[in-house]
């Protein structure tokens, strides 16, 4: 009996969405339920390439094939629903707690401090180590994406559209920017500034971009060496020093730390010397979870430029995860207040446990948002529970009447006016970063037609 055309696309989608990580057309073969001549199926397939509802990675007789989730945002399996954070949710560890603890007291009690330059002059790569053995295979499985073999950067140019608002938005975020989550889309892929917002926010925004597509398109020539992380610093920094020469360019001034008893280092031939020792100790690091987590602990810590130093060490970080083909670290969730306490307990104390306790339960949400689908039934979120029919709801009128992201963005904030206080910025990001992975697989929770759907995702990625 002959199979209809479209009965083999849909198989062939079926099959896919078994195999996040990606399959041989041999190994689709083998999971159909009916025969299929190869070529008959390398037909099929190339007309769901050409249709933009897969994509394929390898070359010659390594090429896999693997599913769009969401043609317009993302080239991966859309991320299992997350639960978003409060304040209190990151998991303290002891040593971390009593880092807070020392940093609640009142500024004038605490002891000034300045550069200790011991504290990296002291660090032996691969013979000290802050992650324990177990924190990095822990990080390691999160953390795989199936293109360990590919060259570096595949990944990130795999989720680079994603990658790209998430980034942006969080590391802004932590620096105090007032963009939502999608006033940062319509800015990053429209370059569409968002109304009541200054020009130096529109400006970080749009630095972080060029900044995250700088180090992915390095590919095989990303390193730690100077060349990379000046030119990061130029890009994250440009249009926001008052002296637009020392973009890029390592401190010759003294600075301070706002709200803090630590005295950065101000002899500019320490610094340089500081810096240099820093990218020496990094390259010697071997696992890229190290490095990542060095890099966010030293380069705060040195200042060694006029400003933009943790936006600076926060792409950095990156560095070994695009270069590993590893999922990036995109800082989801992390809370303002508890970051600024682990910086400054670096700063203050050299102690690393909070911003350890910070860093590794940010790379687990961050992984959770770039792995592809797992095969598991997760627990129900509470929040989503509480205010199930005001998000239904909500983004249900959204769609029916077809509203741009501007409109909906503002519809959203309108919505979250009526809810509790306390879970207004939680119920606005939650609808929004619904808003940005739904697709034509999902969008029947929300009573809407599949024309109408067309209509305003086309509209909506416009």
């Known amino acids: 009996m002959k199979i209809s055309k479209g009965k083999v696309l849909n198989s062939i989608k079926d099959v896919l969405i078994k195999f996040p990580e990606g399959i041989t057309v041999e190994e689709i073969k083998e999971n159909l339920d009916f025969e299929i001549e190869i070529r008959t199926l ?145 800015l990053v892929a429209f370059g569409e500034s968002a109304d009541g917002k200054s020009i130096e926010e529109s400006q970080m925004i749009l630095n972080h971009k060029e900044a995250i597509e700088f180090l992915v398109q390095l590919g095989d020539d990303l390193e730690f060496n100077s060349y990379t992380i000046l030119n990061l610093h130029a890009l994250l920094a440009d249009n926001l020093l008052q002296d637009q020469n020392s973009i890029g360019r390592l401190r010759s001034i003294p600075v301070g730390i706002h709200q803090s008893a630590y005295t950065p280092l101000a002899i500019p031939q320490l610094i340089s010397d500081q810096f240099d020792l820093i990218l ?123 509203l741009s992201p501007k409109e909906g963005s503002e519809k959203i904030k309108r919505k979250a006016n009526e809810i509790l206080k306390i879970d207004q910025d939680r119920f606005i990001e939650y609808v929004e970063s619904e808003l940005l992975g739904i697709h034509e697989g999902s969008f029947a929770r929300f009573r809407v037609s599949p024309s109408e759907f067309r209509k305003w995702k086309e509209n909506w990625s416009r």
């Open 42 to 186: 390398q037909r099929r397939l190339k007309d769901l390439k050409e249709s933009r509802e897969i994509y394929v990675t390898g070359g010659s007789k390594a090429t896999k094939y693997h599913l769009v989730y969401d043609r317009n945002v993302l080239r991966e399996p859309d991320p299992p629903k997350f639960i978003l954070a409060k304040k209190e949710e990151i998991p303290i560890s002891k040593e971390g707690k009593s880092v807070r603890n020392t940093l609640s007291k009142p500024l004038i009690s605490r002891p000034r401090v300045g550069y200790n330059r011991q504290f990296l002059e002291s660090y032996r790569p691969n013979i000290d180590q802050y992650l324990t053995e177990r924190e990095i295979k822990k990080l390691t499985e999160l953390g795989k994406t199936g293109n360990s073999n590919q060259p570096a950067g595949t990944h990130a140019k795999e989720v680079l559209s994603r990658l790209l608002i998430d980034l942006s938005w969080n590391s802004s975020r932590l620096e105090g920017n007032t963009y939502s989550l999608l006033d940062t889309q319509r």
């Open 280 to 402: 020496k100790k990094v390259n010697e690091i071997k696992n890229p979870f190290e490095q990542a987590f060095f890099i966010m602990v030293y380069f705060p810590y040195l200042q060694p430029f006029d400003d933009v130093n943790k936006r600076t060490s926060r792409l950095a970080a990156n560095i070994p995860f695009f270069k590993h083909n590893l999922s990036p670290l995109s800082f989801v969730d992390v809370p303002n207040k508890i970051y600024v306490e682990a910086i400054l307990g670096v700063y203050e104390l050299n102690k690393v446990e909070l911003l350890k306790d910070v860093f590794i339960w940010a790379y687990e949400r961050s992984a959770v948002r770039y792995a592809a689908i797992r095969q598991t039934v997760g627990e129900p979120d509470p929040f989503r529970t509480r205010y199930r029919n005001e998000i239904r709801e909500l983004i249900t009128e959204i769609i029916s009447n077809n």
